[in-house]
């Protein structure tokens, strides 16, 4: 049910002729790392690309989850992906209660006075928690904060996922386009029936991006983040960019998804050690990078660590 | 009291300023209170303290501004538990409706030597000596195993690890010199539903910050 393995990834992704990532502080220009020219993809765009994905494949129906089970609903959303907000019912149903009876909306059952209750979740917080990690996906993974007091409210998510950064320094690109249209009357008087307005577009022409991850066992006990979780979120991962097509983002896709796992919860070798092992480098001939044909990926698989197995799940 | 050292090693660190924390800023070295969850990362037990004695600077300290998209809500408890009590009830957070932009100022490229011995509190079971739990983190530690990865100040800057045996044949710190001013140097949760924050007056001495002991008349609330 639970993990009982630690694992350490490293994701590459890469992105051509698009932005992968906007910087509300420069006008929407891909974020950059002013001082060595390195793009950067922050943490939570991943985090948004894993969550939309996985609202993308489970059902985002809101009812109630059958005894015992697991469901995949996506807490923190887009609209753009959604139906509109609607009612739901839930029943209160613990993973580990055995399968009785199901509420049912029309009339919601008082729960049953022999409530198991799990060790450590003797009050309404620790039940309400679990039950949030029972149906939200993004919430068993990434985590998230509850309101109420202090600490007591908070889940810690078993994944933890860094800033990606490009391999090399990349340029933005700006671009100016034209539109066939303006939106105002007054506009369009304005320029005698012209009808034309200028907008703008940046892009970066190719960048190949790294980013690290992290998924701890231990936390994952915590959430009830189990095995099935995992393989989905190594899907999501693999395949979040085939989704999330748009006309800011180019092409964008998954290029690597290296995961090493460790044999013990608490692991078998430091993580840096493991990810230095996964060389993205520019070809030797190649002056300016176009494409991901113009970068060699080394994997140094040779003498891994006592108990540590790399998995390419891309 | 044996005293272990980590070096700890970041693209990026944000130990944010408790006065800053709507647009984050962070604090110009790791507070004692992030180094400390740094050696619990690798081990934790209710029967011991970490006390973090000495922060070592070995990178200049240098920024970096970035804004992100923000959610600005939280898991509603009281929702979480009328939908729970099936009754009716929305959850989900709509990113466009509770959105803030908020921009942080984080340190980039950042290295730290942190020092820091546990203490096995009284009352612990008998069994529970510190011979037992240096052990268990020399052990934990040297070979990189972490119970989640240790991070500088917000989990998105996880941070490698390692064991230092001898401070003394390392890299010297930073040559640098100056008043930090007022520093958070960690949570009092005797009461723990209410942490308070105390502080000290951090001052680093060519790179090196010593850290007053929690009980010290410098550490005040």
């Known amino acids: 049910m639970s993990l009982t393995n630690r694992y350490d990834f490293v994701l590459l992704f890469d992105v051509k002729d698009g932005n992968p990532n906007g910087d509300p502080d420069a006008g929407n220009l891909p974020r950059m790392d002013a001082e ?17 994905f996985v609202a993308l494949i489970h059902d985002q129906e809101q009812r109630e989850p059958a005894p015992g089970e697991k469901r995949f609903e996506i807490y923190v959303r887009e609209k753009a992906i959604l139906n509109l907000q609607h009612q739901r019912a ?25 409530d198991k209750k799990r060790k450590g979740s003797g009050d309404d917080v620790n039940k309400a928690r679990d039950w949030m990690c029972q149906n939200f996906f993004d919430v068993r993974t990434f985590g998230a904060v509850m309101s109420t007091g202090t600490n007591c409210g908070q889940v810690r998510g078993p994944v933890q996922l860094t800033f990606a950064r490009s391999i090399d320094p990349v340029i933005a690109q700006e671009h100016s386009i034209t539109r066939m249209a303006v939106t105002t009357e007054a506009e369009a008087e304005k320029q005698d029936g012209d009808n034309r307005t200028m ?8 960048g190949l991006y790294m980013a690290h991850g992290f998924v701890s066992a231990f936390l994952a006990e915590q959430t009830q983040f189990g095995e099935d979780d995992l393989t989905l979120l190594w899907q999501a991962l693999g395949q979040m960019f085939e989704h999330d097509r748009s006309a ?31 060389k993205p480098k520019l070809k030797v001939d190649v002056a300016v990078a176009r494409g991901f044909d113009d970068y060699a990926v080394s994997v140094d698989e040779t003498g891994l660590p006592a108990g540590v197995t790399l998995i390419r799940i891309v | 009291m044996k005293t272990y050292c980590l070096e700890l090693t970041g693209p990026y660190a944000c130990f944010t300023r408790p ?63 009328t939908a729970m009590k099936s009754g009716v009830g929305e959850l989900a957070q709509y990113i466009e409706d509770e959105r803030q932009q908020r921009a942080g100022l984080f340190l980039r490229d950042v290295a730290y030597r942190i020092h820091a011995d546990l203490e096995v509190l009284p009352g612990a079971a008998s069994d529970n000596t510190p011979m037992k739990f240096q052990e268990m983190f020399e052990r934990r530690a040297g070979k990189g195993q972490c119970v989640n990865q240790p991070y500088l100040g917000c989990r998105e800057f996880a941070a490698a690890f390692r064991l230092v045996g001898d401070a003394e044949a390392e890299a010297p710190a930073i040559s640098e010199t100056r008043d930090l001013g007022f520093m958070l140097h960690d949570l009092d949760f005797s009461k723990p539903t209410d942490p308070q924050p105390r502080f000290f007056r951090a001052q680093m001495e060519s790179g090196v910050v010593n850290v007053p002991a929690w009980t010290s008349d410098e550490v005040r609330s």
């Open chain 1, 36 to 52: 060595t020219g390195n793009g950067l993809v922050t943490d939570v765009a991943l985090k948004r690309k894993v969550r939309n």
């Open chain 1, 90 to 114: 839930y029943s209160a149903l613990k993973l580990d209660e055995p399968a009785v009876s199901v509420a049912s909306e029309a009339a919601p059952e008082k729960k049953s006075g022999k």
């Open chain 1, 199 to 206: 907008g703008r577009k940046h892009t970066v022409p190719y």
């Open chain 1, 248 to 278: 800011a983002r180019g092409e964008m896709a998954t290029r690597g998804l290296y995961v090493f796992k460790h044999e013990s919860k608490l692991g078998n070798a430091p993580a840096h050690a493991l990810f230095e092992r996964i």
């Open chain 2, 19 to 81: 006065e800053m924390k709507v647009e984050r800023v962070s604090y110009d070295v790791m507070t004692p209170s992030a180094a400390r969850a740094c050696f619990e990362a690798i081990l934790w037990k209710p029967a011991i303290r970490w006390h973090v004695r000495k922060i070592e600077v070995l990178k200049p300290i240098r920024w970096i501004n970035l804004r992100r998209n923000e959610v600005s809500g939280v898991v509603s408890s009281r929702n979480v538990e």
